[in-house]
């Protein structure tokens, strides 16, 4: 069974930076897009970065470029996100996805199979 187990977050002031983590276990998803996504509260969930398969590709939402990086680690099966400069609209809960396929910038929902369970980023101004 895959399972995608986040860690980092929490709560820090505006401009500081924080480091999210995403660790793949239960199978090999190293062919797949990953992303992370966000939701603040009475928003939808939104993509924020996407990465491809092996890395090489990157996508990020007008709102973030510049200020996170996306990353990941086929050989220890983890992605990250590196949030820098960080705004009190950064505020929301992120979460990791798994794609379907090697396609890494779809918003759509519905096109990632597995989801982590999601890490409080909380930014105060």
């Known amino acids: 069974q895959v399972r995608l187990v986040q860690s980092g977050g929490g709560l820090v002031q505006a401009g500081d930076s924080l480091s999210l983590s995403c660790v793949v276990s239960g199978g090999d998803l190293s062919d797949v897009g990953m992303a992370w996504f966000r939701q603040a509260p009475g928003n939808e969930r939104k993509l924020v970065a996407g990465?491809?398969?092996?890395?090489?590709?990157?996508y990020y939402s007008d709102s973030v470029r510049g200020r996170f990086t996306i990353s990941r680690d086929n050989v220890w099966d983890t992605i990250y996100l590196q949030m820098n400069n960080l705004k009190p609209l950064d505020t929301a809960v992120y979460y990791c996805a798994a794609g379907n396929s090697p396609i890494y910038s779809d918003p759509n929902e519905s096109q990632y199979r597995y989801w982590g369970q999601g890490t409080q980023v909380t930014v105060s101004s």
């Open positions: 990465i491809s398969p092996n890395g090489d590709l990157k």
